[in-house]
């Protein structure tokens, strides 16, 4: 049985809990949440802490802030993991399991003018290090895991394949760090992500899903048995987070992706 959620903005419903009674109808198992920068989330800790006492199903959080801990500026960088740290602990306070973030978002890319980032790869790396060691540490103390997101060479330069977050994880040995793997960027950059899954197994802890142009799975041309059947094959038991812009009808559209996903992992 696949454990489908959907984000929060994707569900109708003024609150939590009446995402949460659509989200049940339409055959989630659970809702990820989205966290804004500015502290904003640990702001919402008694609706959320409410939400868990009323019997909404909140195991992850996605962040959905301007800058990460792979920022070029110190200060953004600092706050990014401040950021990070105060997310990891609210979710881990609402029994949570953890917080998916990418390295950066829209800050370079070696496809598009200039081309040449202002940083070295080497110095790239020894960043994403210490921000994964960081936060890792934070995570195992708080009980949560970190989930590295890859993104396609569009948005972001430094991690875009799995095997990329795979190295810097395994050389972190932090359990508490993971691959938040997601379908459309895997669709843009792994020259097969079905086996890419399967080589690196041992370190996916989460997943978000979308179809190959962005939209709700089944809007576009991923091959979801393939992908489905490769976190079949590792054993995979967690979530399938639905991350995703709608096409048509959005409370349909919405409605459509448990199914869709149910019948294509069958």
Known sequence: MLNIAAQEQLLPGDTLQTKWDFAQEAGYAAIELRAKGDFHFASRLDELKQAKKDGVVMPTV?????????AFDDDLRRDAIAQMKSQLTVIAEIGGLGAQTPAS???????????EPPRTEE???????AGLT???????????????EPLNRYEDHMINRLDQAADLIRTVGLDSVKIGIDSYHMNIEERDPAAAIV???DVIGHAQVSDSNRFQPGAGHLDWPAWLAALHTIGYDGHLAAECRL??????AVRSIPAFLRRSGA
């Not at 978002?105 to 081309?115: E, K, N, V």
């Not at 096409?247 to 349909?252: A, H, I, L, N, S």
């Open 105 to 115: 978002y829209g800050m370079f890319s070696r496809r598009l003018p200039p081309f």
């Open 134 to 148: 960081e936060l890792g540490e934070h995570a195992r103390r708080e009980g949560v895991a970190l989930f590295l």
């Open 62 to 70: 996605c962040v959905e802030m301007l800058h990460f801990f792979g």
């Open 199 to 201: 080589a690196h197994a």
């Open 123 to 129: 110095e790239d790396r020894e960043i994403l290090l």
């Open 247 to 252: 096409t048509g009808d959005p409370v349909e």
